[in-house]
């Protein structure tokens, strides 16, 4: 049973910063989403197995990162200079164990965490 979990959310005016993880029981081809009320599903970034290759949307192009530290079997969404419209909530997925490409398509991710709630007061 592959396990995702979800933390680091919470609460930040505009401008701040927070940083997400998502531990995972192994090691994927691993992604965030996130969701605002009312909208749809919308990429954020994705990270490949190594760590090496790394896709990031362009809504949050330059203000978050995306890394990887295998040995916690953690992922890390570094998120700065969050706006009000960063507010939303946040979901690490999982691509199969075979598959090895990144993917912005939440269609392609197997494994999804529970999600964790980001909320950018301005």
């Known amino acids: 049973q592959v396990q995702l979990v979800e933390s680091g959310g919470g609460l930040v005016q505009a401008g701040g910063s927070l940083r997400l993880a998502c531990a995972a029981s192994?090691?994927?081809?691993m992604g965030w989403f996130r969701q605002a009320p009312g909208e749809e599903s919308e990429f954020v970034s994705a990270?490949?197995?190594?760590?090496?290759?790394?896709s990031v949307a362009n809504a949050v192009k330059g203000r978050f990162t995306i890394s990887r530290d295998d040995a916690k079997n953690t992922v890390y969404l570094q998120m700065n200079s969050l706006k009000p419209e960063d507010t939303a909530v946040y979901y690490c997925?999982?691509?199969?164990?075979?598959?090895?490409?990144?993917?912005?398509?939440?269609?392609?991710?197997?494994?999804w965490g529970q999600g964790t709630q980001v909320t950018v007061s301005s």
């Open positions: 192994g090691r994927y081809v």
């Open positions: 990270i490949s197995k190594s760590g090496g290759s790394f």
């Open positions: 997925a999982g691509r199969r164990f075979g598959d090895n490409i990144i993917s912005s398509d939440p269609v392609d991710y197997a494994y």
